[in-house]
């Protein structure tokens, strides 16, 4: 099995090559949203991050192509932040999206007026970050990107960022890496497990 970095790099690459003939498939929201916590889980991350990437369901599935990013952003390799905190600025060095927004948003909804992630590489993520926030917390929001890798988020008298359109279905190279990941997360089959009323007893795997 190839590891993560080697994975999402190839994956990526023929995702984008593939733009617009994938595969795809009718999904609800719930559905795509309950993929997307529990291949959060089977990546290893918090129960909380798994919530937040889970609510940013409908908003990804405006566009086949954030979708894909998503994806790259799960697999990417998870540096620990290192966050500074000045006057009202929140800065993150290292910051990657499954870990720094959830942060980012949870320090701009408690006080904090602007937040600087530096090191980010999916920045296409952060429209829809910030349009599911919105749409939360009933409050507005812009960012701007200062260059390559830097993206400053912050408060908004009027609403800035654009309508997300209704939700696509969902390309099948997507739901398969998701479901990579999410299958971490599964209890094995056994009579231990059975006692312990996993599963229904009617397949392999509970």
Same mark, same amino acid.
């Given at each position: 099995?190839?590891?993560? @970095?080697? *994975?999402?790099?190839?994956?990526?690459?023929? #995702?984008?090559? &593939?733009?617009? @003939?994938?595969?795809?498939? %009718?999904?609800?929201?719930?559905?795509? /949203?309950?993929?997307? /916590?529990? %291949?959060? =889980?089977?990546? !290893? +991350?918090?129960n909380g991050h798994a919530f937040e990437m889970a609510s940013l369901a409908s908003a990804l599935m405006s566009d086949q192509?954030?979708?894909? #990013? #998503?994806? !790259? %952003? +799960? *697999?990417? @390799? +998870?540096? &620990?932040?290192?966050?500074? =905190?000045?006057?009202? @600025?929140?800065?993150?060095?290292? %910051?990657?999206?499954?870990? /720094? !927004?959830p942060m980012a948003i949870d320090a701009l909804v408690s006080g904090v007026e602007t937040v600087v992630l530096r090191d980010m590489a999916w920045k296409r993520l952060i429209t829809p970050l +910030?349009?599911?926030?919105?749409? $939360?917390?009933?409050? #507005?929001? /812009?960012?701007? $990107?200062?260059?390559?890798?830097?993206?400053? =988020?912050n408060h908004s008298d009027t609403k800035v960022l654009p309508d997300l359109g209704e939700p696509k279905l969902v390309p099948e190279p997507v739901i398969e890496a998701l479901d990579l990941l999410a299958k971490k997360t599964y209890v094995p089959s056994s009579e231990v497990s059975r006692r312990f009323g996993a599963g229904a007893g009617l397949i392999d795997t509970d």
């Open positions: 099995m190839k590891n993560n @970095t080697e *994975y999402i790099t190839d994956w990526m690459k023929t #995702f984008l090559d &593939e733009q617009g @003939t994938w595969p795809v498939k %009718a999904c609800s929201v719930n559905e795509v /949203s309950a993929l997307i /916590s529990k %291949a959060c =889980l089977g990546r !290893g +991350l918090p192509v954030l979708m894909g #990013f #998503f994806v !790259g %952003a +799960l *697999y990417e @390799t +998870l540096d &620990e932040p290192i966050i500074s =905190l000045d006057n009202k @600025t929140l800065t993150i060095d290292h %910051a990657r999206f499954i870990l /720094s !927004g +910030l349009i599911n926030a919105e749409n $939360t917390y009933k409050c #507005f929001f /812009s960012f701007e $990107t200062i260059d390559n890798s830097v993206v400053i =988020l």
